[in-house]
């Protein structure tokens, strides 16, 4: 490479404010007023002024920015990376793709929230403040961790995904919607012999509960308690014990409704294992809708939560609290959940 050319890259990794007013015959103050979003210079300037920031490769000091507005443009992402799975997990992956995505083209960076830094042992809170987030996202939590609450309550603008809470916007599935759609399925299938495998207590697990039962009573259908079973939501193990239990009932279950689709293949596991067949001797359906789910074969019925839409309206929502708190209002965003009718539900007659 030429020193001419090398010569032009290092101009333009140094532009200055300077420059841009130079290049366009403006003041310093009327290109700072651009580059900052004032909407009291003229089009014809502005497109001006960020055409030449462009070609001169004008970047902005960010630390600078930061005094000038005291926002750091940091989301703080509160996610339970020590929950099975993890990061690798289809469904949280997804809604934290769009999540950062949506939050990137709001001149938004995210960094997860943890309780150490370094060797320093932090609060989620106390991290938070030590970061100077500009806002809060959870993704995934123990909701009645006292230091998840710390959080909730505190001055951060906080929106949550799964949960709700007076104190914060809520971004949510249609869980009852989506549950009462599948159970109704079943239903419609022949089956009255139901179990659940359901996910440990929250209000996503309330509501699905109380959509099953509704739909139940609706058509007249009593299943013992010992039909239902609490395990923990995206745990395949966990299922697979439990549907042991339920297959060596005398009187066991037609068709098992699993937590989510995870759990589901614990389900199917356990069946295969025992030497029955899925479905042919007993019926299984999960909810969340993940990839794998339809990989399968038979492809398994349950409900797609559209985790795209998850992740960029808990994005968007928090930037508007964030950046206009008393036009935001704390809201309960609820997205359609779809049900998907696989292979898995045997018809009986």
Do not use: W
Not at 189 to 209: C, D, E, Q
Not at 228 to 247: D, I, N, Q, V, W
Not at 280 to 285: C, G, K, L, R, T
């Amino acid at each position: 490479m030429s020193k001419e050319k090398i010569s032009v890259q290092e101009n333009k990794k140094m532009a200055t404010i300077r420059d841009i007013s130079l290049k366009c015959g403006v003041s310093v103050s009327t290109v700072s007023k651009v580059l900052n979003g004032y909407r009291e210079i003229g089009e014809e300037t502005s497109k001006a002024v960020m055409k030449a920031a462009e070609e001169l490769g004008y970047v902005p000091n960010s630390y600078a920015r930061q005094l000038k507005l005291k926002k750091s443009y940091n989301i703080g992402v509160l996610f339970d990376t020590l929950s099975v799975y993890g990061l690798k997990n289809e469904y949280f992956a997804h809604i934290l793709a769009a999540l950062r995505e949506n939050a990137s083209q709001g001149g938004y960076d995210i960094t997860f929230i943890e309780n150490n830094i370094g060797n320093r042992r932090m609060t989620y809170l106390e991290h938070c403040k030590y970061r100077n987030f500009d806002g809060i996202c959870i993704v995934c939590a123990d909701f009645t961790n006292p230091e998840v609450l710390d959080v909730v309550n505190s001055d951060f603008p906080v929106v949550t995904i799964d949960h709700s809470f007076n104190e914060a916007i809520s971004i949510l599935s249609d869980n009852s919607g989506g549950m009462r759609d599948l159970a109704q399925y079943i239903v419609s299938m022949g089956h009255k012999k139901i179990a659940y495998i359901h996910g440990n207590k929250s209000s996503v697990t309330h509501n699905r509960l109380v959509a099953f039962h509704q739909v139940l009573a609706e058509h007249d259908i009593v299943i013992p308690e010992y039909y239902m079973k609490e395990g923990e939501y995206r745990l395949a193990e966990s299922a697979e014990e439990f549907t042991y239990e339920l297959l060596n009932l005398s009187d066991r279950p037609t068709c098992i409704l699993a937590s989510d689709d995870y759990a589901a293949l614990g389900v199917i596991k356990a069946i295969k294992r025992a030497g029955l067949r899925f479905p042919e001797d007993i019926s299984v359906a999960g909810f969340d809708g993940i990839s794998i789910s339809q990989a399968l074969e038979p492809k398994l019925t349950t409900v797609k939560q559209d985790t795209e839409k998850l992740g960029e309206q808990a994005a968007k929502k928090l930037i508007c609290l964030m950046e206009s708190p008393m036009t935001t209002p704390l809201e309960h965003i609820v997205l359609k959940a779809e049900l998907i009718i696989g292979d898995s539900v045997k018809k009986l007659r």
